[in-house]
């Protein structure tokens, strides 16, 4: 598989599905982008008046049973790019909110709490039937449907004051500010992106911004997608892979795709 160095959590997840894929089948993720555009609007939630510590976002962030389809696990298994959001280095510091998206890490500079969790689809077994030609059907299948799916990394983070506010608008001003890239390192780490383009945003929570960003991948280029929604004083970041990205097929890692809607949907439920 291709080698995308940023997400190492990401790259470990893509392994384990696709491995998982030659005995299991994988509902398929579905997607759908809502009606905001950029940085929009919205009714203030009921969370604004409270900064969510850290055993309330345990209880506040998407756990399996809450999205349909779909299989919620720690995302803090696996090596990480940085030991830490200090160790974050960004040559353009105005990119900085999305390149700590990328990196596992809040969008923000002050938060008081943050966690996150992997969301993948949900795994089927199929009968062991190894003769069977319907098996080998069904086998195949599983391994298409695997690489048609989205792994996502859903966090939140908690903010005082206008903390959230002020989040939201940096990750804004980085989608509108590095259109044409930027290099994250860490370490002997680096990883360089190319583009920056403001997606259609979900219309989640109070305000919401939603982008893509080009990546490189032994040569080829990868996209992924991201999403920040404000609820209140507390701010859910949406990261989501393609797996068809690591296939090794020509042009895979462009395929379109969005931030699956009903994992938004249900995060946005858990936080009203």
């Not at 390192?185 to 109070?206: I, M, N, P, W």
Request: overall charge negative; charged content about 20%; proline content about 3%.
């Amino acid at each position: 598989m291709k080698r995308f160095t940023l997400p190492r959590t990401g790259i470990a997840a893509a392994a384990s599905v696709l491995s998982l894929a030659l005995a299991t089948g994988c509902s398929d993720s579905g997607s759908d982008s809502g009606d905001g555009d950029k940085a929009t609007g919205g009714k203030e939630s009921t969370a604004a008046a409270k900064v969510l510590s850290s055993s309330e976002l345990e209880k506040a962030i998407v756990a399996t049973g809450d999205v349909d389809g779909f299989e919620v696990t720690s995302a803090t298994d696996s090596e990480p790019f940085a030991s830490s959001k200090e160790k974050v280095k960004v040559v353009d510091e105005k990119c900085a909110p999305i390149a700590y998206v990328l990196t596992g890490f809040a969008p923000g500079d002050s938060e008081a709490a943050y966690l996150n969790r992997q969301v993948t689809p949900a795994t089927e077994e199929i009968a062991p039937s190894a003769t069977s030609s319907d098996s080998l059907e069904d086998s195949l299948d599983s391994i298409t449907d695997a690489l048609n799916s989205t792994m996502t990394i859903v966090s939140l983070s908690s903010y005082e004051g206008d903390g959230a506010q002020e989040t939201l608008a940096s990750v804004s001003e980085a989608v509108e500010g590095c259109a044409s890239g930027f290099t994250v390192a860490a370490g002997s780490e680096t990883q360089k992106f190319t583009k920056v383009a403001s997606e259609k945003a979900s219309g989640s929570g109070d305000e919401s911004v939603a982008f893509a960003v080009t990546g490189d991948a032994e040569g080829d280029e990868v996209v992924v997608k991201g999403e920040v929604v404000r609820h209140g004083s507390t701010v859910a970041t949406y990261y989501s892979i393609n797996l068809a990205a690591f296939s090794g097929e020509a042009g895979a890692g462009t395929a379109d795709y969005d931030v699956p809607a009903e994992i938004i949907e249900a995060q946005a439920a858990k936080l009203s």
